[in-house]
């Protein structure tokens, strides 16, 4: 029973006066429908010329670049031998100081110790001094 519903709904579909009525409608419809695929055509080629100006464009500028890209490469090469340079420049550099900083150590631990032999020098020279001034006065003594 459903099914015979079923086809006499779709069969009222058919009728006379709803074809008209549909058929009014898709003429309504139709040259709007063909303005729009117009119109998308006419902006889908004008997409497509402006992605293959700016395409080219690129091209061109990348042309440009190409004709340039042997002498950078030939300056980043030259210009590599010369931070390799700087590099080592600065390792021995770096090196020198250390070794500055070692030296001046051993300046100051050696001033420490020149100072240290002035002090028992100038303190051996008193003893010696007092020694002789005794020595001396013992000699004076024993001439008188």
Do not use: C
Request: no cysteine; aromatic share 4%.
């Amino acid at each position: 029973m459903a099914t015979v519903t079923m086809l006499k709904n779709q069969m009222s579909l058919l009728d006379k006066d709803n074809l008209d009525h549909i058929e009014s409608r898709m003429q309504t419809f139709l040259p709007k429908l063909n303005q729009a695929l117009e119109k998308k055509a006419h902006s889908t080629d004008s997409e497509l010329d402006k992605k293959v100006t700016e395409a080219y464009a690129l091209l061109k500028r990348w042309e440009e670049t190409m004709n340039t890209l042997p002498a950078v490469v030939d300056r980043l090469v030259a210009l590599r031998a010369v931070h390799a340079q700087a590099s080592r420049f600065v390792q021995l550099q770096e090196e020198v100081e250390a070794l500055q900083q070692q030296l001046l150590a051993k300046v100051s631990i050696m001033e420490g110790n020149i100072k240290l032999s002035e002090e028992s020098f100038a303190q051996n020279m008193t003893v010696i001094k007092k020694s002789m001034d005794h020595l001396e006065s013992k000699l004076k003594g024993a001439k008188q």
